[in-house]
């Protein structure tokens, strides 16, 4: 079919306002949604933006810890003999992450002792922060709109499209595929922009690539932007000059709900319309396009439907994985007793490895009873999370160390920012990670979780179940009683800070 551009704006219109109420609603919605995640308009952000004013800290402050940031970075590097190179990066480097993280600098530095000692720390939570914000935007204004497009793509083809369709595309198995082709092609548009013409040309060369995907998410780069080059040839100028007459849908986006309810999905379907238009003029159909529902009439032209519309994409279900157990092994007696057997080995252990070490017998808890918390909810957590994996060992390990390693930097970090308190500390050891977990302590971790995962818990099972119902019971509540008397203790006077523990910084 020849290439019309009124035909095409009204089939835009009938695919927005001409299918009744109901499917006109979820329209809006759908653009609504999708038009307003990761932008700086959104009310997340919004939200993210205030916390500086929640926190209650002026806008001087803010300033004043940026400048102690830097200034604490200065002196760390100058101590440690780093290249003045390094120095140099440093307030630039500072700037540019704490644009956009304040709130972060902020919240650290409610505790100056903690800020100044663990500058470079506070300063690779920025770092970390500016690249999962940065992969989480991408997200959200990149690789979700194709969402949006398979909706919208769906809709002219049925009456009220499932919202649910959004999520179509992302199966675990072409997600990868998705996000790797939506780098790969604004990563391509963003080095073309340097040319300027070159940019204009890419980008119109390009437009369909999310199309695309939205119909098949298993499309390569290679396969999506062969496709998009030969329906967009001898079109690009007709596609601009297209939506050059659009002008008053910009106007319209500006006047407060209106924008929404209509500018949005009015065009949403025109851009719809048009990939469908273009992708009817390529010569044979490619593989890629594997909808053949899409070759078929609007809703709008061959009336109310007697069936439901074939789309090959099916929905996004989620099965119980093969071999792996849902149901869980133990009862919450068990847990109870699995967290205070193991956190008093692990009590036993810290005193009886100093013991060793130092001839001295003192309590190498963070609390007052016989109990390190950090163990007992290691394995637990472990048991919890991981138990289910248990037929791949190698697996499972892994995995122990990774939830280990977690856990013992958030407690450091936790003990360091909240008590200005320090239990362990590892600079001295091969592959730490400032001083809070190494390599050396996670294997340990590793094998003593595993140990609880294949011998300890059911071990212990077993002979919990030989014991009376309500003694299981009446010891667990014994056994809570006491940890929380010790830790409203440890709130009301301090943790344990006796000789033989590590105690408060320097």
Known sequence: MKWNRRRILRQGRSAAFKKGFQSWLLLVAVCFVFSYIGSVDSPATAFIGRIDEALGLAPENTNRNVDLLKEYLSEDFEEKDRPAFFTQLIEPGVDLLSRNFTWLINLLAANAAY?????????????MAAAVSAFLQFLAQDVLIIGKNRFVLEHRYQKNTRFRRTIAPFHH???????????????????????VVGGIY????????PYILAENPAATWKEARALSVEMTRGYKWKIFCLKLSMWYVELVKRIPLAGVLAALPYE??????????????VSGKDQALRERQ???????????????PNFILPDIVAPSPAGIRIKPAYQLTDY???FFIFSMIGW????????????????????????????????????????????????????????????EFFTSWYLDFFYNTHYWQYYDKFANLNGRICLEGLLFFGIGGAFAIYIGAPYLSRMFAKWNPKLKIILCG?????FCADWLYCQLFGMNGGAGVAGAFS
């Open 115 to 127: 800020f100044k000692r663990n500058a470079a720390e506070v300063a690779v939570y920025l770092l």
């Open 173 to 195: 198995k072409t997600l990868p595929n998705v996000i790797f082709v939506m780098l790969n092609y604004h990563i391509r548009l963003l080095l073309w922009s340097f040319t």
């Open 202 to 209: 890419r980008y119109y060369q390009y437009r369909m690539i």
């Open 268 to 281: 949403a379907a025109v851009d719809g319309e048009i990939y469908i238009e273009l992708r009817s003029h």
């Open 294 to 308: 899409f070759d078929a009439p609007p809703l709008w032209e061959t009336g109310e439907q007697s069936i439901a």
């Open 336 to 338: 109870i007793l699995f």
């Open 348 to 407: 036993i252990w810290e005193v009886l490895f100093h013991l060793i070490q130092w001839h001295e017998l003192v309590n190498r808890g963070t609390m007052y009873g016989p109990w390190l918390p950090i163990y007992g909810s290691g394995v637990v957590l472990c048991i919890l999370l991981l138990e289910r994996f248990k037929d791949n060992m190698y697996k499972t390990f892994g995995l122990i160390m990774l939830l280990a390693g977690v856990l």
């Open 478 to 482: 014994a056994l809570c009683m006491a």
